[in-house]
């Protein structure tokens, strides 16, 4: 195998040693999912995969909260989607929204800046229909 594992022979290992790997990965700051596993009732590991451009290797991620930096009052379990990293106080929401976001592969989700536009449609865009599909495709 290669060193280190390229992220599309995650399952083989998965499969191999009847494990459940998430990867994600981080860059300005942010860490964002970059593998979710599709398997649910094996053991979990969590792994960020740090890159430059020479050289890439995996950690494992031992407190998701300290991670993502979650310090809050409230000093209680949280429950993290590893498709999207929202957060759930509660296992029975996370289940539930689970549902809906497994359907979607991982998603790098950034919310725009005050004042910051990420993406303008210009109106011959939406005139369209099919420039109106090309913006929108997944
Ligand atoms: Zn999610």
Same mark, same amino acid.
């Given at each position: 195998m290669e060193c280190p594992l390229p992220l599309n022979k995650i399952p083989i290992v998965e499969r191999l040693n009847n494990l459940r790997i998430n990867v994600f990965g981080y860059e300005e700051n942010e860490v964002f999912p970059l593998y979710a596993s599709k398997r649910v009732d094996e053991e979990c590991f969590n792994l960020l995969l740090i890159a430059n451009e020479e050289t890439q290797h995996y950690c494992l991620i031992r407190n998701m909260s300290r991670l993502l930096g979650? +310090?809050? =009052? &409230? =000093?209680t379990k949280h429950h993290y989607c590893?498709?999207? +990293?929202h957060r759930f106080a509660k296992v029975e929401i996370l289940k539930e929204h689970l549902q809906y976001c497994?359907? &979607?592969?991982p998603q790098h989700i950034k919310m725009p800046e005050k004042?910051? =536009?990420?993406y303008q449609i210009s109106e011959r865009a939406l005139s369209t229909s099919s420039s109106l599909y090309h913006l929108c495709g997944f």
């Open positions: 979650d +310090l809050t =009052k &409230h =000093k590893y498709r999207c +990293l497994s359907e &979607h592969s004042g910051e =536009k990420f």
